[in-house]
Each structure stands twice: as structure tokens, then as C-alpha cells.
């Protein structure tokens, strides 16, 4: 196991469970490394739509459309990656 999963079940001990497999750490580690771009954008989505509904500014809703195609882009990227079931049919669709 690596230097930065022994540190990431150091400070959550409850992600650890006897028989994970490397590729399962390696998922997790993904996930818990893209969580604060995602809380971010998300973070930021919920300000800007705030500030276009209390000031009615047609920008700033433009604004907020485009920051939420951006986080739903984000998710689903992420998603793929570290889901294991699509990371497996992604690199089989490569080998054939």
C-alpha cells in the first residue's frame, strides 16, 4: 500500500475494510482527491445562482447555467474514472 493511502486511512480509519483490493484504494484515493474541485464548483454554483435570483441579473444566470453544465461535466468525468465496472469496459473497448 502506498505512503498517501496509509495516510488517507490514518485519518479515516472507517474507509478501511481487511479485503480491499489495490485497484478499490486507488478509486477511493481518486475520489478523495477530485472531492474539493467538486465541492468548489458546487460551492460556487449555489453563490452565483443566490446572487442572479436576489438580483435578477440576466448575466449572472448565464453565469450560473454555464458553472452547472461545468460541475455535471466534472461528476461525470470523475464518476467513469473511478468507477471500476466502467474503468474495466473503458480499457477493454481500447484492447479490441
Known sequence: MS???NSIFTCFPFLFRSGTDD???KSAQYMLSTLFLRLGLTFG???IGTVADYNQSLPLYFVFVV?????????????CF???????????????
Do not use: D, M, P, W
Open 67 to 79: 458553472t452547472n453544465a461545468v460541475l455535471g461535466g466534472v461528476i461525470f468525468v470523475t464518476h
Open 23 to 25: 485497484e478499490c484504494l
Open 45 to 47: 454554483s449555489f453563490i
Open 82 to 96: 473511478c468507477n471500476e465496472v466502467v474503468s474495466l469496459k473503458k480499457n477493454c473497448q481500447y484492447l479490441l
Open 3 to 5: 505512503k498517501r493511502a
